[in-house]
């Protein structure tokens, strides 16, 4: 046969299938979106380094629950904030697993634990994990959070006793930060970091602002090396990680946090081989495994990194909604007057017994705010999820693509990586009301009854996540917010400072609160804080 022939034909054929399958190829690239600020960034400069919320707001407002974005280089991403199309992700979990160039970042953080694991090594860990996190373990835990919110209480009295108006401004942050590693320390490995005492201690330098310095402030070339890590293998990603100046920091959290793991589980399983185990949350993981049958156990690697998730997921993303929800308070005092009306008269209904979690069951207000505290100000903003293949996810508002039709499925490619707004999600006027960007607690006594669709683990918001992979330590959450809400609002009051008009919502993978100009110093949150006077 002629090769000129043979030649054509093969061109041709190959015409024909490049034809076919541009036309039958899912694509992102009717769906509509923001124009890219670069081809170098795409839209992602704007999204990783503005404030935290603010262009996801503006991208709501313009092109509701899902957008289509560039990252850098022509990248296609999938931005969304539909409340059927998070359901949709987070339900079917596996199905879109995080991109590795995640996992590659999050393993330097806690190494080979729940939040890097998938697909049946997920299932299995999370399984022997669960035990830990149910409700009467999370309510069992409130004493102790009192307790370390108490700590502050003595530490603030004391400075406050001898100046003028018993009033000064502290640097909220820091304290509730260093209360909340306490608080973590005694409630998942019943260890006293003693943090409140001394706040310059190796272990609690090592947590301090960890995301900040890992994360805050992130150069064009991080996020475009970001970007392509995809295509880079996870092992050389991680080995890259491993030595990469910037994660330096990162690096001696992992060895002083090691350290500190390795010698609690020997602890833990001597103190179980001796029947004085206790009911932390690690005591609780340490019996668990040792009942599992052994395919499933977790092995000591698996232990230690646990124990890292605990602290990294468990602390600075308590200690960061707290601060948020204190500012809110600050800025509303009407709100905070009435929160503390509300847990005065509970105390004097209670008589000097202490608050316990049954009380909140008469505590309607401080509930409602707790609620809007994480509604409002989401510590984890965003969640990256990749499509594990071809797929139609589903929307609960329908969307008029680029070429104007009507559509109420959005195919997504395998391989896209997607963004979940979640404080896009929680800040949904649809779902909130027209003040959805406003602090106010009293939303929560009327609400719509009908909602698009009901995600997450708490209070119909995304802020814990939803499905599969929600967070574990929810319950965990959410009983000690409320008890540091309830000590520091019944004693002090909090109101704004010229500093804290100056406060950014950073991002740095959780929402951190910094000064204008001043993110080298770390998370600062300063209010003015004064002693509530009481009848003795
Ligand atoms: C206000 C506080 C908290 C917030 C806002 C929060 C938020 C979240 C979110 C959004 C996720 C899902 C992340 C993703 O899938 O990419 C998550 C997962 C997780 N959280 Fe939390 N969290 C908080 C407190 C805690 C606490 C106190 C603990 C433990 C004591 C904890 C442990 C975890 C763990 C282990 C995961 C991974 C779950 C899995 O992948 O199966 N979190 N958290």
Redesign the pocket.
């Known amino acids: 046969m002629d090769p000129i022939l043979i030649l054509y034909s093969v061109l041709v054929a190959l015409g024909i299938y490049l034809l076919y399958s541009r036309a039958t190829k899912l694509s992102l690239n009717d769906i509509p979106g923001p124009e890219p600020e670069s081809f170098w960034l795409g839209s992602l400069g704007r999204l990783t380094r503005g404030l935290v919320g603010v262009v996801d707001a503006a991208w709501q407002e313009k092109f509701g629950g899902v957008a289509h974005i560039k990252g850098p280089l022509g990248q296609d991403l999938l931005w969304v904030c539909d409340p059927r199309a998070l359901q949709f992700i987070q339900n079917g979990?596996y199905n879109f697993p995080?991109p590795s160039e995640r996992i590659a970042l999050a393993t330097l953080t806690t190494d080979n634990?729940?939040?890097t694991?998938e697909g049946d090594i997920?299932k299995r860990?999370?399984r022997t994990?669960m035990p830990a996190?149910g409700m009467p373990e999370s309510k069992a835990l409130f004493p102790i959070f009192s307790r370390c919110a108490d700590s502050i209480t003595t530490r603030w009295k004391d400075q406050l006793f001898d100046v003028a108006g018993q009033s000064t401004i502290f640097n909220i942050n820091k304290w509730v930060s260093c209360a909340t590693l306490d608080a973590?320390g005694e409630?998942?490995f019943d260890h006293k970091f003693g943090a409140i005492d001394d706040q310059e201690g190796e272990f609690i330098r090592s947590y301090q602002s960890l995301m900040i310095k890992t994360f805050g402030s992130q150069k064009d070339g991080r996020i475009i090396f970001q970007s392509l890590a995809r295509f880079v293998p996870s092992k050389v990603l991680v080995y890259f990680y491993d030595h990469l100046p910037s994660f330096g920091f990162l690096r001696w959290n992992r060895a002083v946090a090691h350290k500190f793991a390795r010698e609690m589980i020997a602890n833990k399983d001597l103190a179980l081989a001796k029947g004085t185990s206790s009911h932390d949350?690690m005591s609780i993981l340490v019996r668990a495994n040792n009942t599992e049958d052994e395919k499933k156990k977790l092995s000591e690697l698996e232990m230690v990194s646990?124990m890292r998730?605990?602290l990294l997921?468990?602390?600075e993303?308590?200690s960061?909604?707290l601060s948020w929800g204190l500012l809110e308070l600050a800025k509303y005092p009407e709100y905070q007057t009435k929160l503390r009306k509300e847990i005065h008269d509970r105390e004097a209904i209670i008589k000097g017994r202490g608050f316990n979690v049954n009380d909140l069951d008469n505590m309607p207000f401080t509930q409602a705010c707790v609620k809007e505290i994480?509604r409002l100000n989401?510590?984890?903003y965003h969640?990256?999820?990749v499509a594990g293949q071809d797929v139609a996810i589903p929307v609960a508002r329908p969307i008029i693509t680029k070429s104007g039709k009507e559509i109420r499925e959005v195919p997504v490619p395998k391989g896209t990586r997607i963004i979940l707004s979640?404080v896009a999600y929680n800040r949904d006027k649809a779902i909130w009301g027209e003040d959805a960007h406003k602090f106010n607690p009293d939303r929560w006594t009327n609400l719509p009854e009908k909602r698009d669709a009901t995600i997450g683990v708490f209070g119909g918001l995304?802020?814990?996540?939803g499905g599969?992979?929600?967070?574990?330590?929810?319950r965990?959450?959410?009983y000690?917010?409320q008890a540091f809400l309830i000590e520091l609002v019944a004693n002090f009051e909090f109101a704004p400072t010229e500093a804290s008009k100056k406060i950014r919502k950073e991002p740095c993978a959780?929402m951190a609160p910094t000064i204008e100009g001043e993110m080298e110093r770390g998370a600062q949150m300063p209010l003015k804080v004064t002693l509530v006077q009481r009848e003795v």
């Open positions: 979990a995080k634990g729940l939040v694991a997920h860990q999370r994990m996190f973590i409630a998942a949350v646990q998730t605990i997921a468990g602390h993303t308590t960061t909604a994480l989401p510590p984890v969640i990256h999820r979640i995304a802020t814990f996540a599969t992979r929600s967070c574990i330590g929810w965990f959450a959410v000690e917010i959780i």
